[in-house]
């Protein structure tokens, strides 16, 4: 992967921002304060300065053009009207983290008119946009790049030319399957450790000296311990990324089970209303308080011999009573952590009796998620 050399400061030409949600605002507002003059446009209007009525009017007063929507269809429904007002001055920078077919057929729309495309995911949330240090990865030719690179400096701490358009998308893609991967293997050990009645601070603590750690997780974990889902990154835009992981996964006979594994968790959290919580959410069914025995136990006594007996978690029980259906999983899920152990003084049996429950509520979630 090459980086980009730096190039002198062109002179200041206009620059549309085309959606404004976290980074797009953020991105705007550096690009002000480099001295560019900033147009924008959302697709719900908002009253900033320089709000524009649609994106070929920002085609028709600006020279380039950044690109941040969400998604696939949104990537495509923006450049498809944007085309139309589009000449051989334009450089169109995409950002959304899309599957690599679909940033192409971006590229093949903008660029019958004569105007370049560039491919620029960023990795960096928030807290990295707010401070102008997104990382970029870029695809397209040298020469729009070297146009271009004045207005990626202005929010980024690093420009990554990944190559051809597409293949800076597939690198945010592959990158963002080890972050989901990361944070949801970093909340099944804190259920482990909660488990096990070791304080969860003692876990943060080991893991700043373990090899493991990474900068992500110096970001989450803290949040993690404190229940605060504030988004940086949300739910539903890492689950967004991990389907289109998996779809290229089906399409390529890879079998990805991490990938997977953190697509379901993150689909669980959609379920139960979290789709705009930080992804990090995902340690919330691990992390709840624990609530009393004695408002717990009954309860759950009698699903442990429901499913000592062999009983099937669908249908009806022997005695004639419905058991629980697969749509009741999310209902059970969201009142309990699936490890609610109290500490270390349980006995055996208590705690071969909370490991039946434990494997129970997993259960529930296969079914309630169709892998049952």
């Not at 696939?72 to 690599?100: G, N």
């Not at 293997?185 to 493991?212: I, T, W």
Request: contains cysteine; negative net charge.
């Amino acid at each position: 992967m090459e980086r980009l050399a730096s190039t002198s400061h062109p002179t200041h030409k206009s620059i549309g921002v085309l959606g404004l949600g976290i980074v797009g605002r953020a991105v705007a507002a550096h690009l002000r304060r480099r001295g560019f003059p900033v147009f924008v446009w959302n697709r719900s209007p908002r009253p900033v300065p320089n709000f524009v009525g649609s994106p070929g009017e920002l085609a028709n007063l600006c020279d380039y053009i950044q690109i941040f929507v969400s998604d696939d269809e949104a990537l495509l429904q923006t450049v498809e009207p944007l085309s139309a007002d589009l000449a051989p001055r334009h450089i169109v920078l995409a950002h959304s983290t899309v599957a690599p077919d679909s940033m192409r057929a971006a590229a093949e729309i903008v660029e019958p008119r004569g105007a370049r495309f560039i491919e620029a995911s960023f990795t960096g949330s928030k807290l990295a946009a707010e401070k102008g240090e997104l990382v970029y990865y870029v695809g397209g030719t040298d020469e729009a790049l070297r146009e271009a690179r004045p207005i990626l400096e202005a929010s980024s701490k690093e420009i990554i030319h990944i190559g051809a358009i597409g293949q800076a998308s597939a690198i945010k893609i592959a990158t963002n399957m080890i972050t989901a991967a990361s944070v949801q293997a970093a909340a099944e050990a804190l259920a482990l450790v909660q488990a096990l009645g070791v304080p969860l601070e003692k876990f943060l603590e080991a893991m700043r000296a373990n090899a493991s750690h990474s900068t992500t997780l110096a970001m989450k974990l803290p949040k993690m311990l404190e229940r605060d889902f504030e988004p940086h990154f949300s739910v539903k835009h890492m689950l967004k990324d991990m389907q289109i992981a998996n779809e290229i996964a089906l399409s390529r006979y890879l079998d990805l089970g991490l990938t997977a594994a953190a697509r379901d968790q993150l689909l669980e959290q959609m379920q139960w209303n979290h789709g705009d919580d930080d992804y990090s959410s995902v340690a919330r069914k691990y992390l709840l308080e624990a609530r009393s025995a004695a408002s717990e136990e009954p309860r759950m006594e009698a699903q442990d011999e429901q499913s000592d007996a062999g009983e099937s978690v669908t249908g009806t029980t022997e005695s004639g009573k419905p058991a629980l259906k697969p749509q009741d999983a999310n209902a059970i899920s969201a009142q309990q952590p699936l490890l609610s152990f109290s500490g270390a003084g349980d006995g055996p049996a208590h705690t071969a009796s909370r490991l039946r429950r434990g494997f129970l509520r997993q259960l529930l979630s296969r079914f309630s998620s169709g892998q049952g």
